[in-house]
């Protein structure tokens, strides 16, 4: 079955360091987000690409990486620049048009 | 700016006792309307889509309703296993990035048997 596959499901990060979270899907989509979820907050934009080799900064895209370099794969990477990123990371794709998005089953991510 | 408030923030029914969860919008065109469901720990699942205003759409208990203002998703005989939260998003071309979804915080809602 077609879908998204985040990876992994829980990551630690140590003060200072870089970690990478996977996205891969198999839906043949061209758009793909990356949302920040926060408890009492809604879902927040960081980052998003609407065809491969080029993406846009989101709302809250300070302290963030992505690459689009393939349609399946769209990997976030958040880097020591961002202060505080113990936060459940989502990634969407949608094929556009009248059609929603497709979530992952998300990453959290815990500062240690 | 293009907003989403969703109304309330938690409720707590017994089963059996239907309700309505309220998303009031701002948004400039309404490209449509989302409905999600969110269990503990995983990605949204997705509900419904609504474009027009009178337009209702229907799930099992579920039934969403849309007018110019506002989205009701409408809980009927509501069973243990409906708790979750319930995401409701529009979409929006602000900013210029087409297909951008604008989420509301969410409601959470807890069904007891």
């Known amino acids: 079955d077609g879908g998204i596959t985040q990876s992994p499901k829980y990551l630690f990060r140590k003060e200072g360091q870089n970690v990478t979270l996977s996205c891969e899907q198999n839906l043949n989509h061209d758009a793909m987000y990356w949302y920040r979820q926060d408890p009492g907050q809604g879902l927040r934009l960081i980052y998003y690409s609407q065809i491969v080799n080029d993406f846009q900064k989101g709302d809250i895209a300070e302290g963030y990486s992505v690459s689009r370099e393939k349609k399946e794969s769209f990997p976030l990477t958040v880097t020591s620049a961002q202060k505080n990123p113990t936060a459940f990371y989502l990634c969407a794709s949608t094929r556009g048009g009248t059609y929603g998005y497709t979530f992952g089953s998300g990453t959290r991510l815990t500062v240690v | 700016e293009d907003q989403v408030t969703q109304s309330p923030e938690a409720l707590r029914l017994q089963e059996g006792e239907s309700s309505s969860l309220n998303c009031s919008y701002t948004v400039s065109g309404l490209r449509g309307l989302f409905w999600y469901r969110q269990d503990p720990g995983k990605g949204p699942e997705f509900l419904f889509t609504?474009?027009?205003a009178g337009e209702e759409k229907e799930k099992e208990r579920l039934k969403a309703t849309l007018t110019k203002k506002e989205s009701f998703l409408h809980i009927t005989a509501p069973k243990p296993e409906d708790s979750a939260t319930y995401l409701c998003?529009?979409?929006?071309?602000?900013?210029?990035?087409?297909?951008?979804?604008?989420f509301g915080t969410g409601t959470l809602l807890a069904v007891q048997p």
């Open positions: 998003a529009v979409r929006s071309n602000y900013g210029g990035a087409t297909n951008k979804l604008i």
């Open positions: 609504l474009y027009s």
